[in-house]
């Protein structure tokens, strides 16, 4: 199994930044991909950014292009997501989750296993 732990959500005004983190730990081995997801009450989850666990490769989605970056630190295990300009439509709960193949899926059954998730409230 892999165990995924998130971090990094809170408060921010509109304009403002935040980084999350998403440390990986477990069977590692498997992981093909990890990715960033958020869910709105009362809304499905929908796809933020993925990169691929060894390539590096990212992908977006159309909503946060240009304002968010994915990153990862192979040694430390950790997956980034570095938010600018942040909206208040970007309020939700981020989830991290790692998949066993390539990084371009966008929908959450692509995906293995999941965090916690983090709060992340930006003020208008």
């Known amino acids: 199994q892999v165990q995924l732990v998130e971090s990094g959500g809170g408060l921010v005004q509109a304009g403002g930044s935040l980084r999350l983190s998403c440390v990986v730990s477990?069977?590692?081995?498997?992981?093909?991909?990890m990715a960033w997801f958020r869910q709105a009450p009362e809304k499905e989850r929908e796809f933020v950014a993925s990169?691929?666990?060894?390539?590096?490769?990212?992908y977006y989605s159309d909503s946060v292009k240009g304002r968010f970056t994915i990153s990862k630190d192979s040694a430390k295990s950790t997956v980034y997501l570095q938010m600018n300009s942040l909206k208040p439509e970007d309020t939700a709960v981020y989830y991290c989750?790692?998949?066993?193949?390539?990084?371009?899926?966008?929908?959450?059954?692509?995906?293995?296993?999941w965090g916690q998730g983090t709060q992340v409230t930006v003020s208008s």
């Open positions: 989750g790692s998949g066993r193949f390539l990084p371009g899926n966008r929908t959450p059954g692509g995906y293995d296993y």
């Open positions: 477990g069977r590692t081995f498997n992981v093909g991909a």
């Open positions: 990169i691929g666990w060894r390539s590096g490769v990212t």
